[in-house]
DNA sequence: CGCACCCGAACTACTGTTCGCTTTTCTACA
DNA sequence: TGTAGAAAAGCGAACAGTAGTTCGGGTGCG
């Protein structure tokens, strides 16, 4: 199952590059040239161009699924669950830059089936945490307020990091993650 | 300086289109089908498909910072400046849709000197939301954090909204704006 | 030999844009 | 007011450039 360390150099390369110029901006000769091949060569590890992509949206997903998984099996109330999401979310984004930048943009280039799978595993996952807010809500942990607006306003809350986070100014992972817990539990929570 | 009717139409279309597939994904064919015009004929009207681009960023650059004055002249403490300024986003968000969508996601396809402006104009209001922020940690308005990481969350989670807007699921603009305040506000507020 | 890897060259498709020309619309003057 | 002429708008066809991918053939290792 080990992959050719050329394969995986193809696979980071072209993570780097959509992430730098998008994946549309982004041409087989130039990954060719920082994987010091030839344009012809990349097609003796790889399939096509979309492969790339597929592969590391769908890599992301899983991750994310699975994280959700971990969360909904936690013994803890709806507060420590949307934490422990929120957490998880900030270190996926500050550990594997490039790969959520794609899997945060670029997937709308994904073509047909593809797109439609990626789409449904979002909406489950959406689902998913939606009605752990509506845990907290119902039970009175979190301030009475529409779960879609807190859901999306919290998701989105956290794109800024993978973008942001690489030229990172004297913080650390663990103090960000700290910050921005602060700020988005103290929002959601009631004051008692 | 009444612009005719057609270059509106080219303007409106090629946002339509921006939105929907990207700056890079749209062809001057599809947008010329869309015009009822032939591929050459747009050239009438417009120079370029950068100019497009260019003209639906900059127009947005504007907006928000004529705002971000506004708020800066307010007699009004932080959290009300900040509170202006968020409600703003809303709304700008809401009205203006598909603008707002390229403006947020494709302005790195502007080249060279006008990309150059655009994130200097960026910078700009980023530094000028930033003091504010700052104000309110200073006066205990606002609870102890980092002034960048307040910045960027609170940016950044509102930019689900031009995506998610226009498929609003029975929920006004006013009590969207309400609820987003609410929760964005009472994370940022000390408990007193 | 067989196999995985690598290469140069080419192919087809499609891109933004331009060219020369016709048609429509507007304007200034008799 | 009527009309000539200019300007604006529209058009089909083509151009040059670039994209992803394929093909046939090489290379070196087991």
């Known amino acids: 199952m080990a992959k050719s360390p050329t394969k995986e150099r193809i696979f980071e ?18 990954l060719a040239e920082r994987t010091d091949l030839q344009v012809s060569s990349l097609y003796s590890h790889i399939g096509s161009k979309e492969e790339l992509l597929h ?17 909904e099996e936690l013994q803890a109330n709806a507060a420590e669950k949307v934490q422990f999401l929120i957490s998880l ?6 550990s594997d830059i ?9 997937w709308r280039h994904l073509s047909g089936p593809y797109l439609t799978e990626f ?21 009175g942990e979190f301030i ?3 779960v879609t607006v807190a859901l999306f306003t919290i998701l989105t809350s956290l794109r800024w990091l993978h ?3 690489p030229e990172k100014k004297g913080i650390s992972v663990k103090s960000l993650e700290m ?3 602060n700020l988005l539990m103290n929002g959601l929570k009631r004051k008692s």
């Open 55 to 71: 592969k590391i949206c769908f890599d992301n997903a899983r991750k994310f699924l699975e994280g959700i998984k971990t969360a």
């Open 163 to 165: 973008r942001w986070f």
């Open 119 to 139: 789409l449904s595993m979002r909406k489950d996952y959406e689902k998913r945490f939606s009605k752990i807010i509506q845990q907290g809500v119902d039970s």
């Open 98 to 106: 490039t790969s959520v930048t794609i899997f945060n943009d670029e």
């Open 144 to 146: 009475q307020i529409n």
């Open 179 to 181: 910050e921005i817990l």
């Open 89 to 94: 979310h900030i270190r996926i984004a500050t």
């Open 13 to 30: 390369e072209a993570a780097r590059l959509f992430q730098e110029k998008g994946y549309l901006a982004t041409t087989m000769r130039e």
